[in-house]
């Protein structure tokens, strides 16, 4: 069991997680653990993988410690990696208010929000990436650094040194035809990505062919033994739900993830409002407030707003004080739930679709982003369209218990053979042995794109 306090808080330099400064406040459980779920092919492949970069030395930077898909995957990512032989360590970004404020803005440009990004945008950015570098961000020189989305993406102008492979990886549901057009933006993300020997993007349509690199397609994971996707007892599950009163007998549907305006969290009130004049059920919206994002807050006042008077609504603002508890929250509500809404209007890839397909819940979401990676419309769960539509779905899901169930298995199945952590690591190894050992050189490869999955194949999506 990790030390939650040290988790929660990082060394003054940044550090989450470094075995040279004797700080591991994480762990996984051993590799022989995964054999049974993924399969003793998968961890063979992981160890071969492994084996090639043994001793290794491997930085991850991002933004933030707690809230979001990056650090959740991080918490496993890196004492999995250790325990496998590589040297692996977290580090994060220190800024303060202005700093993501901007690099929302950033996040969000990205995604196709109108908009500019100005001179003194990127003159803010810059100048807290370089307070960052000069406190000894990175104080040693590691093989290998990782860099996770755009928050920390400039870092390379101030720390990049010869001989170290520098890799960008992009979660977000990036708009390359958006943001070519949007002022200032197009010229300072060339500008950032040009150092990097190689980008990694979640999916096919996400990659900006433009970038002179070579680029990796890996999806995102989750871990199934972590707090958050281990099984619970009929006593946990009941115990969290009578923590937050709501009422096991009463049939729910869920939403559970960021307090973000991207969520479609007014789609989800909506659909349950359809569904609630016809049947007895009650709605949870539920999460937490990420350092790196300050809309969440005002996200989150406006949908206690939009909610209040309606008993049958639960709004959840979980504590991210103790994150073990947290996640066994998490991993209650999405058990208890009948039904996971997820109708985003843009989607990265949405590890909350992959944790509630995982506990074998149908899901209903929306067809944008990576998400139709995981959802295949009427067989691992449906496609939002319209409240009345998703209504008249939930409804069926209600009324039909054992067609929920049978979905919920094929959506289980799914992740399995898809979206686990040894699968998704190894593939990540085997791009790092790629680009540091020269397999893909720049020069000569930087219009490929190289996927290990034949979701490859998916067309580019317009704007």
Request: glycine residues 6%; neutral net charge.
């Amino acid at each position: 069991m990790a030390d939650i306090d040290r988790v929660n808080s990082p060394l003054a330099d940044g550090t989450v997680y470094s075995k040279r400064k004797n700080f591991c406040p994480l762990s996984t459980p051993p590799l022989e653990a995964y054999a049974p779920i993924v399969g003793t092919e998968k961890i063979e492949r992981l160890q071969r993988a492994a084996q090639r970069l043994r001793g290794l030395s491997l930085v991850e930077l991002n933004s933030s410690a707690q809230g979001g898909g990056v650090a959740e995957m991080l918490y496993s990512s890196i004492p999995f990696l250790n325990a496998l032989g590589i040297d692996a360590e977290w580090k994060i970004i220190c800024g303060n208010k202005e700093y993501f404020e901007i690099t929302k803005n950033l996040h969000n440009l990205l995604q196709g929000r109108k908009g500019s990004f100005t001179t003194e945008m990127q003159h803010a950015y810059f100048c807290t990436l370089e307070e960052c570098a000069n406190d000894h961000l990175i104080d040693y020189n590691p093989d290998v650094v990782l860099v996770h989305d755009p928050q920390p993406l400039g870092l390379t102008s101030f720390l990049k040194k010869p001989g170290e492979t520098w890799l960008w990886r992009c979660h977000i549901d990036i708009e390359e035809l958006v943001f070519r057009s949007t002022p200032g933006l197009w010229d300072f993300i060339n500008k950032l990505t040009e150092p990097y020997d190689s980008a990694i993007f979640s999916a096919a349509h996400y990659v900006v062919s433009w970038w002179p690199m070579p680029k990796f397609i890996i999806p995102p994971f989750i871990d199934p033994l972590s707090e958050k996707n281990r099984e619970l007892s009929q006593e946990e599950i009941e115990r969290v739900l009578l923590k937050y009163h709501i009422v096991p007998e009463i049939p729910i549907i869920a939403q559970i993830g960021r307090f973000d305006p991207w969520k479609g969290i007014d789609r989800t009130i909506a659909t349950y409002r359809r569904v609630r004049e016809t049947k007895k059920c009650q709605l949870v919206l539920a999460g937490g407030l990420a350092a790196d994002d300050p809309e969440g807050e005002r996200i989150l006042a406006g949908i206690y707003d939009e909610t209040k008077g309606d008993e049958d609504i639960h709004v959840l603002n979980l504590s991210m004080a103790n994150r073990l508890e947290n996640w066994v929250e998490v991993n209650a509500l999405q058990r208890a739930a009948s039904v996971i809404m997820q109708p985003s209007t843009r989607e990265g890839f949405g590890l909350v679709i992959t944790e509630a397909l995982w506990k074998g819940k149908p899901v209903i979401a929306a067809d944008v982003g990576a998400i139709p990676l995981q959802i295949r419309d009427g067989d691992t769960g449906y496609f939002y369209r319209t409240a009345r539509k998703a209504a008249k779905k939930v409804s069926y899901l209600l009324e039909n218990p054992k067609a929920a169930d049978a979905m919920g298995k094929r959506g289980r199945r799914y992740v399995q053979e898809h979206f686990l952590l040894p699968d998704r690591i190894a593939d990540c190894l085997m791009t790092i042995d790629m680009a540091r050992n020269r397999a893909v050189d720049r020069n000569v490869y930087s219009d490929c794109i190289t996927s290990f999955h034949p979701w490859v194949k998916l067309s580019k999506r317009g704007g």
